[in-house]
């Protein structure tokens, strides 16, 4: 038996927490200073992980290796396994040239990638959140955005970036629904209190996004569409979290962002039209520009990469053709809306293996139990991975793809994500080897001795448990009820603080090499999550620092009116 200790340096957790910061700052380097492939950097800080587990926990070395391959195994099994479904369903549209169809379709909205940028990006990309998430709309919206013309790095910092309000309720709200067992706060109280905090980072992700397309340029001339969408989502959830249902937040939200945007467009256009063929154009001259020394202020943001678009003429799709188009996600929607119906929601539950992980015999000595962790959960048949899996299959039938060729499609697209694959599952071994060592937790108890002032820090502690898990649900998990219990011997109020940390976990997942790892196999970048990181990682704290600095004002009489 293992009993967790969580100040092991001469009873300090100051000191303590020098070294369990070791392994994150052991990946944050490699990946960000020294450019390392993510891969490489996710095991060299798994091994860094090990050796203070064992070193300066006291830790056993086979517990610290059985930590390691329950947390490789559940990157692997669900998260991978999403990815690598919704990977699957993309790749047999683009071998049956239904997404070429699917491009252009999302071309008569608008032809502007600004505009692109906001309905796949933030509206479609929320949605697959609501529905799905663990990585799938990075993965999905990523390479959506490089088939309307975008390069390969704008498209995945794009997706990255825009992928932050909705992840508090992503997955029909499973970060929140987690939080209130974890905590015993009712659910229906955190997602109102989430949704107080997150619409306002809602409010400005799409101005950002804009930014990063088309840099000043493009916040002057699309700030309406940016600001409509922005509000239209950040109402959705404020009202449906508080009013309607907690499950569905994202859903809505999603709906009438994309909604307002389709009927702005309609009586508004912008002055000037940033077609893929004119930003290749722009960027190429931009490139010249800078070899001569004349490289213009303005001119575009976020770019990276070779343009591969050229002039094509205009194809007329059928209407069939263009249903078959969206029918993939279409089927991933209704399949996914099916799963959470309350009796097929049972039966699929069925399909739920649970047994304790060999060779973990830890106990918390502040609970006197075993981490909840310790016990793994194979839902085979509930997965979101196992539900795309099902919408690859009605994708066969509908784009009439032989099993031959749906085969074939699935092996390539293991090959395109081995490396992605393996970077997963290093951190997510990481992040089980930290939290049964006790070195997340030391971080944590640490930061919440800071009495008062711990409202201003609590969504950091959410952030730093997305980027080390890729989940604000493995967060919500680890810190829920550290953060309950630092707020009741501050006087501060637990709902707010435990919505805090889902909050602001929600910003560490730009940075969260999973999710980096994703982008980057998505859209071909593989080895340049290094890159992806430096290029998220100011706006990761940037919104981190109007996160703390919310939660701290709703702790006061400022915004106190907020918290409900």
Known sequence: MFEQDFDPVS??????????????????????????????????????????????????????????????????FPIMWIVVNAIWVYNMTVTTGHFDVLRRSFGTVS??????????????????????????????????????????????VVSLVANTAPVAFGAIAVPITTLAAITGIPADELGAMVGRQTPVLALFVPLVLVFLVDGRRGVRQMWLPALVC???????????????????????AALVAAG????????????????????????????????SGNAPSGGTAGGGGTGTTTTRAPVADSGVEVLKAYA????????????????????????????????????????????????????????????????????????????SAAVKAYAGTLDQLKWAILTVASVLALAYVMNFSGQTITIGMWI?????????????????????TGSDTSANALFGTLQVTAAQSAGLDPTLLAS??????????????????????????????????????????????VMCVLVYLQSTSVLGWMVP
């Open 500 to 545: 805090a940390n889902t909050s602001g976990g929600v910003l560490g997942k730009m940075i969260s090499p999973q999710n980096l790892a994703i982008a980057a196999a998505a859209t071909g970048l593989a080895g340049k999550e290094g890159d992806l990181f430096r290029k998220v990682l100011g706006w990761s704290l940037g919104f981190l620092l």
């Open 260 to 291: 307002a945007v389709v009927l702005l467009l309609r009586v508004w256009t912008p002055s000037f039209e940033l077609t893929a063929e004119r930003m290749d154009e722009e960027e190429a001259q931009h490139r010249v520009a800078e070899a």
């Open 11 to 76: 009873g300090s957790l100051a000191l303590s927490s020098i070294f369990a910061a070791l392994p994150l700052l052991t990946v944050f380097v490699l990946l960000g200073v020294l450019r390392m492939k993510a891969q490489w950097a996710s095991l060299i800080a798994l091994a860094v992980s090990i050796g203070v587990a064992v070193l300066v926990y006291s830790m056993p070395v086979g517990m610290a290796l059985s930590a390691a391959a329950e947390g490789a195994v559940f990157g692997l």
């Open 448 to 468: 919440a001795g800071t009495g008062t002032f711990f409202a201003f820090l609590s969504p950091v502690l959410g952030w730093l448990g997305v980027a080390v």
């Open 328 to 403: 993939p996600y279409l089927a991933i929607i209704v399949i996914f809306t099916l799963a959470q119906v309350p009796f097929l929601k049972d039966a699929l539950a069925a399909g739920t293996v649970t047994f304790p992980w060999p060779g973990l015999d830890i106990v918390n000595p502040d609970t006197g139990e075993a981490p909840s962790a310790t016990t793994f959960a194979f839902a085979w048949l509930p997965s979101a991975g196992t539900l795309l899996l099902f919408a690859g299959l009605v994708t066969m039938l509908v784009l009439k793809v032989a099993p």
């Open 111 to 156: 032809d502007d990638q600004r505009i692109q940028a906001i309905i796949i990006a933030f509206c479609f990309g929320a949605l697959l959140e609501a529905l799905a998430g663990f990585g799938t709309p990075v993965a999905i919206s990523s390479v959506m955005l490089m088939a309307l013309g975008f390069h390969p790095v704008k498209a995945a």
């Open 230 to 252: 922005g509000s239209a989502f950040a109402v959705g959830q404020f009202l449906a979290s508080n009013y309607f249902s907690v499950e569905l937040t994202d859903i809505v």
